[in-house]
């Protein structure tokens, strides 16, 4: 698997027969092979993570299939294009060309998504996140924690390949509790912190705080916007 940090919450994932997209909005992609079918997913309509730029990857190709949540505005999907898109509502279970999808409800808008393809498990949250904002209201956060415990209890001892999650600076002290909130439940082999908003030190603080002790070491260090990793 050969994973192609983009940007934000924007990932290239390489498998032997297919590629996937997640949440492009801008920002360079590398060469999608041809060879491979293309899959593109997009968690929600939130301009950081969904744009209209996204059909620019699939031009000219008849293998590629969109994958969008539900929020997302049909009037955005080009003329042409609709028949290849796929809009999707939290709580799914669906195969397309052998890739098994499933769908979580996010915290905040739209899903995030679980997918089994070629042997591999690959968790991608979107923003489903324990959002915990310093200053909000105690029972909104309360609420909030509650929301996302409910949604990784439905991932219970899975273990995934590739998983990203947001590592949110804006959450200050807090900014730990969507990954522990994971790795509680469930498990990764690799985990790609995102949603940092280019603050590439968050991801040291994550590798370093308390809450990471046991699988720290998992956490993948991102430095740049293209950066490749094979695991």
Known sequence: MKIT?????????????????????????????????????????HGDHYSPAVFEAGKGRN????ILSRDIDEKTVPDGVSEKVR?????EKFIVDNIRIETLRS??????FWISAE????????????????GEDPQW??????????????????IADAAFIPVDPRLGKWFYLG????????????????????????IESLK????????GDRIKTIHREGEEFVI
């Open 5 to 45: 940090y983009i940007h934000h919450s924007s990932f290239v994932v390489e498998l032997e027969k297919s590629v996937l997209l997640f949440d492009y909005f801008t920002g360079k992609l590398p060469i999608l092979p041809k060879e491979k079918e293309l899959m593109v997913f997009a968690s929600h309509a």
């Open 63 to 66: 293998d590629v299939k969109y």
């Open 87 to 91: 809009f999707v509502e939290p709580d």
């Open 107 to 112: 915290t905040d808008e739209g899903v995030a």
């Open 119 to 134: 042997n591999c498990e690959i968790y991608h949250a979107g923003d489903l996140n324990n959002w915990w904002w310093e």
């Open 141 to 158: 956060n309360e609420n909030m924690a509650s929301a996302y415990r409910k949604e990784m209890q439905k991932l219970k001892g899975r």
């Open 179 to 202: 990954a522990e909130g994971f790795m509680r439940e469930a498990s990764a082999k690799a985990i790609f912190p995102m949603h940092f908003w280019e603050k590439y030190e968050i």
């Open 208 to 215: 370093e705080h308390s809450s990471s002790e046991g699988w």
